[in-house]
């Protein structure tokens, strides 16, 4: 048979031709949308922060799912985003955490590197200000629609990335005034199933949807000062050593993780943790306040820069708002008079300095006022703005860029090799690649 | 090794060929993964390179050259003190060999900070601890054997439960083959470099092929030692504590004491109680403020890094203060039970000895379940019962055909023969064989090839989607180390 040739600009030709029939499909399609719906369903409208505004959190894109890979020096990971699909088929979905974003832990400030892998986490976030320095992947603005296919439902890879308040069961409970109601255990070799209703602390009506969630031998049981076993609630009669229990509606408050579900079950998360009292759970919160306090001391405050009045020679005065989120403590550290510290960071929270440490290279002065803001201050500020005078204003404190304060009482120490830009000349340091996330 | 001064005296012995080279000094970063074949290539500092373009005459001068360098290279390792060499056993060069557990003696050992984990991929970074200013010293990354052993609070454990932060003691090889190894391939002399800036030798090193990765309490409960607390001086519930860590078992303290940073976030454990300092502050057992002498108890610590104030090189924290055997104890079994479900979902890996081909498919497989898990869990492994097996990667992934679960595309069988092979297995094997009879033998089980077996009653779960290869895609199978970042 003889080789049939074909010219290679025939394949170019008609897929021009696909490509324009397809745009006049989807704008017919669009063209039918209801608009009506689209401006009453503001809270679902895609939602991009601006630069020197702290973003309303009833503006975010919210979802949970778990946390399945960290990158904590550049403050960005990713999480299996619970659908309505297969949850074990969904790819991790890349998100960056915002500079002014929060995260939280047993009810506690918390950084990324705190977080358990595999913990399940409550998301509020929004589009990428800026797409071009986005630090993970930026998807088209409809993707969190799309069904993802292979049984995995809509909404697992939103293109809301770029986190305001990533949080764990325990503090979302908390924040949100929640607590797990145990009605019924089912129990055989310290394993087992765990049917709970999450419903409001005060005055539930009664119609919360029961949950199933799976326990093991290796789920911590808190009561007090105490950290118990299944098996130690089995041995005390607490719990039935084989077989089903009524709980009563037990109030406590669950930590929660994914684990892969025998029997073909499309999503049911694992019980990591059971805090049985309030005891329980404030030592739990003391102690990540503890462990966050002594980061934030050795890592300085965050802020971003609302003005700067220039002065002579290289002196200037800086107003700027600390970033919200931390233990009081820490804000309380920062009082008129105070001798004080300003280095520029970038959107991932790194100092900007070389190998001697941030102080090297910080702008020094002294704090002129320290200003509360009356209310509630939204969420990533801390509703307290300072005014710091310098004599070496540099560009990297200008308004809207993010920096590090430190109050002089604070440690002064030298953070590690991934926590700091050499000396920002490297724009990979600046602006970290999202090629590092694989694709599936 | 063929230094420098080797290779200029082969070269002036013939004054023509020598006019036909440069030496050239090679480069000094970490090998990509696209040019791995400097790399692997016999570990000579410098590279001979043609001034000559022709290649014919290129060809000729090539065979005359190699041939004179490999007649002097004789000559030279002639000269060597033969018996130098057999004495210095950790100074030679040792890569582990397919089908063979690496002797743990042979490994090189460091320990340092845990920055980074890809538990997907069973690899990650840590800080090494040289002599030099800790805090300098980049991420260094870091591949987990196929058969090798994570610990932690004494038990088996992923990659993925143990903190960031956590200090690990590390005892690893060089790449038993570079050009698939997940992580930058470096100069075999690596180690004995100084990094510069202040950061001395040793943070660097080579062997970041890990058999065993383990943290403070278990490195002491493996080795047998304890740690006794001297001396602790508090002030606002934070402060320093001097401590050595001692034989458990011996009569003569011989250990040096190491000064640590505690916080008010420290936790102390004791039987079921979980406390803070301040609890122990009042207890009465430590002072609020000031210096106190502490007798010496018997405690296990989880070691941490922190930035260190005072312009110390390297101080670490502890994290973690198990103040009796029962609160060791309790966190021990917390770990093995959360592996134990870990393994029981993922499967026990193993690698494959032999295959005994029969007709249309069938064969018998002997394969040798890796070591360091739950003792319970090997002894599901009994003579007949059903088994399930499927081939895997270095990075212990599943290869499945779509997302449909392991069980799909496994060879379903059943277990002939348990045999121990050993009483003391090395470590990274259980000592434990299996003989399994498939009618289903696939080109993933071969010898050397690593699998993962389960008992048919263990869960038939499905894995999420980065623990397993789609199909057998290159980047899934051998997983760039681009992803590491260049400091």
């Not at chain 1, 609302?306 to 009082?335: C, H, I, N, Q």
Request: aromatic share 8%; hydrophobic share 35%.
């Amino acid at each position: 048979m003889k080789p049939f040739f074909v010219p290679r600009s025939w394949f170019f030709v008609p897929s021009a031709c696909l490509a324009l029939v397809f745009a006049v499909v989807i704008s017919v399609n669009a063209a039918n949308n209801e608009p009506s719906t689209k401006n009453q369903e503001q809270k679902t409208a895609p939602f991009r922060p601006e630069a020197g505004k702290f973003p309303p959190l009833d503006k975010a894109h919210t979802y949970r799912g778990e946390l399945v890979f960290v990158d904590h020096a550049n403050r960005r990971g990713s999480i299996r985003v619970q659908g309505s699909g297969m949850f074990f088929r969904n790819d991790p979905h890349s998100f960056a955490m915002l500079p002014y974003g929060i995260v939280r832990y047993h009810g506690a400030p918390a950084d990324l590197r705190d977080i358990p892998l595999g913990t399940v986490m409550h998301v509020h976030a929004f589009l990428p200000p800026d797409p071009k320095t986005s630090a993970v992947p930026v998807l088209p603005l409809d993707s969190g629609k799309k069904d993802a296919n292979h049984n995995r439902g809509a909404g697992i890879f939103p293109p809301e990335n770029h986190v305001l308040l990533l949080e764990d069961e325990p503090s979302h409970c908390q924040r949100e005034g929640l607590t797990w109601k145990l009605k019924e255990i089912e129990i055989k070799d310290n394993a087992g199933l765990l049917i709970a209703t999450r419903e409001p602390k005060k005055g539930g009506d009664g119609k919360a949807t029961e949950e199933k969630l799976t326990f093991d031998a290796a789920t911590r049981v808190w009561r007090g000062r105490e950290s118990l076993s299944i098996e130690d609630l089995v041995s005390e009669g607490v719990w039935p050593k084989d077989g089903k229990k009524a709980l009563s509606g037990q109030s406590v408050l669950l930590g929660i993780t994914w684990r892969p579900t025998p029997d073909g079950i499309f999503t049911r998360f694992h019980v990591s943790d059971i805090w049985l009292d309030d005891t329980a759970m404030q030592r739990a919160a003391k102690s990540q306040t503890e462990t966050h306090k002594a980061f934030i001391r050795s890592r300085w405050m965050p802020a971003w820069i609302d003005a700067v009045e220039y002065g002579k020679f290289g002196r200037a005065t800086v107003t700027a708002t600390l970033f919200g989120g931390m233990d009081p403590s820490l804000y309380a550290d920062f009082t008129k008079g105070t001798s004080t510290m300003m280095n520029a960071g970038e959107n991932t929270l790194k100092h900007t300095h070389g190998a001697y440490g941030p102080s090297h290279m910080a702008s020094r002065g002294t704090l002129l006022e320290v200003i509360k803001a009356p209310g509630n201050a939204p969420l990533g500020s801390s509703g307290i703005q300072i005014k710091f005078d310098t004599d070496l204003i540099i560009e990297g404190i200008r308004p809207t860029r993010v920096v590090r304060i430190r109050p002089s009482t604070w440690p002064q120490v030298q953070v590690p090799r991934e926590e700091y830009l050499q000396d920002g000349a490297n724009m990979d340091e600046r602006f970290p690649t999202p090629a590092i996330f694989p694709k599936y | 090794m063929l230094q420098r001064r080797d290779l200029v005296a082969i070269i002036n012995l013939n004054s023509k060929i020598a006019d036909k080279f440069e030496l050239v000094g090679r480069r000094q970063q970490p090998c990509r993964r696209h040019d791995f074949g400097q790399c692997h290539a016999p570990n000579y500092p410098f590279s001979l390179v043609f001034k000559d373009s022709f290649p014919v005459t290129r060809l000729l001068q090539l065979v005359t050259a190699l041939g004179l360098v490999l007649l002097t290279s004789s000559a030279v390792a002639a000269n060597d003190q033969p018996s130098t060499k057999h004495k210095e056993p950790g100074t030679e060069v040792f890569r582990p060999e397919p089908g063979k557990f690496p002797p743990l003696e042979k490994a090189h050992s460091y320990r340092g900070e845990l920055v980074f984990v890809d538990h997907a991929n069973r690899r990650g970074s840590i800080r090494v601890a040289g002599s030099g200013m800790f805090r300098r010293n980049d991420p260094h990354p870091f591949a987990m054997l196929p058969y090798g052993v994570v610990r932690y609070h004494g038990a088996p454990a992923d990659l993925r439960y143990i903190p960031l932060g956590t200090v690990l003691h590390v005892h690893a090889f060089l790449p038993p083959d570079p050009k698939t190894s997940a992580v930058p391939v470096l100069p075999v002399n690596n180690k004995d470099k100084d990094a510069n800036h202040n950061r001395g030798a040793g943070i660097f090193p080579a062997e970041n092929h890990v058999l065993l990765l383990e943290d403070e309490p278990s490195h002491c409960l493996r080795e047998g030692l304890t740690w006794k607390l001297k001396e602790v001086e508090v002030k606002n519930r934070e402060g320093m504590l001097n401590a050595s860590c001692e034989a458990k078992q011996s009569a003569t303290n011989k250990a040096e004491d190491e000064t640590f940073t505690f916080d008010a976030a420290t936790r102390v454990w004791r039987g079921r109680e979980c406390l803070l300092v301040q609890h122990l502050i009042e207890d009465g057992a430590w002072p609020a403020d000031g210096k106190k002498a502490l007798d010496g108890p018997s405690v296990m610590l989880g070691i941490m890094w922190k930035p260190t104030l005072g312009g110390v090189f390297t101080r670490f924290h502890v994290s973690d203060i198990w103040l009796d055997e029962a609160a060791m104890q309790n966190a021990a079994l917390r770990q093995t039970e959360t592996h134990k479900a870990f393994m029981r979902s993922r499967w026990l890996p193993a690698w494959v000895d032999a295959v005994e081909y029969g007709k249309f498919g069938r064969a018998t497989v002997t394969a040798t379940l890796f070591g360091g898990m739950d003792a319970t869990l090997y002894a599901e492994f009994r003579k007949g019962v059903p088994a399930v097996m499927n081939s895997v990667e270095n990075t212990l992934k599943h290869i499945e055909g779509g997302s449909a679960g392991p069980t799909q595309m496994a060879a379903r069988g059943t277990i002939h023969d348990v045999i121990p092979t050993s009483d003391k297995p090395p470590l990274g094997s259980s000592g434990i064989q299996i003989r399994f009879e498939t009618d289903l033998i696939t080109e993933g089980m071969r010898p050397t090839r690593i699998v993962r077996v389960r008992p048919a009653s263990w869960p038939d779960v499905h894995l999420p989607r980065e623990e397993y290869i789609n199909q057998g895609s290159i980047e899934e199978r051998f997983p760039t180390p681009d992803i590491f970042p260049k400091y």
